[in-house]
């Protein structure tokens, strides 16, 4: 076992392995190698590692996505490895990995019904098959290629186009108005100021009043 085993087993770079070989009096003896590449022993080391609590943890690895069932059919269906639906400007692609002994029934386009990850089911009338190897061993790869269905119409809000333009009438006129708008007294057995008997002008129906 290297330095830069030790290192990656550890998670830090060479030159901290470097510097607790130098300070640290318990650091596992070099039992081969060079004095520029020594060679250590792996449980030694490991032990020393645990003891002194630098030992970094490896990730576990994350398991593999669930499988999604394609069925084009008459009876021909593949089970797709990894399988991913992205979007692809005006398309949606859903791409996995097939047994390479798979071959499609129908060629370069398909009707299939798709069972994802999820549970979702997706049927998709015509789509354009593309399946090649990439030199993955006993793996190839499925692409299955079709339009994208057209976004959904936005909700238009709940007063009608008449009654907008209604209120952009009634707006305008009152804006377009000349005169001045109408009072309303809480006092209506009250003599005026002169100010509100010269402003009212029977805007409210009916006659102009002459206290």
Not at 80 to 91: A, C, K, Q, Y
Not at 119 to 140: F, P
Not at 159 to 181: C, I, K, M, Q
Not at 197 to 204: K, P, T
Request: hydrophobic share 30%.
């Amino acid at each position: 076992m290297t330095l830069a085993h030790i290192a990656r087993r550890a998670g830090v770079g060479r030159a901290a392995v470097v510097n607790w070989r130098r300070r640290h009096d318990d650091f596992p003896p070099a039992i081969g190698g060079t004095e520029e590449s020594p060679q250590f022993d792996p449980g030694a080391v490991d032990a020393w590692l645990r003891a002194h609590d630098k030992v970094s943890e490896e990730p576990k690895p994350k398991p593999p996505p669930p499988p999604a069932l394609i069925d084009f059919g008459g009876g021909c269906t593949v089970t797709m490895r990894g399988p991913s639906l992205d979007p692809e400007g005006d398309e949606l692609v859903l791409g996995g990995y097939v047994d390479q002994e798979w071959e499609p029934n129908s060629w370069p386009y398909a009707r299939f019904t798709a069972v994802l990850p999820s549970g979702e089911r997706l049927t998709v009338d015509r789509a354009h098959v593309d399946l090649k190897g990439y030199g993955l061993g006993h793996w190839r790869y499925l692409r299955l290629t079709w339009d994208a269905p057209p976004p959904a119409p936005q909700p238009r809000d709940h007063r009608s186009a008449r009654a907008e333009e209604h209120e952009e009438a009634f707006y305008t006129d009152a804006d377009d108005d000349p005169r001045p708008a109408p009072f309303y007294r809480s006092d209506p057995y009250a003599a005026p100021t002169d100010g509100e008997a010269s402003s009212h002008d029977g805007r409210l129906g009916g006659p102009a009043l002459d206290w």
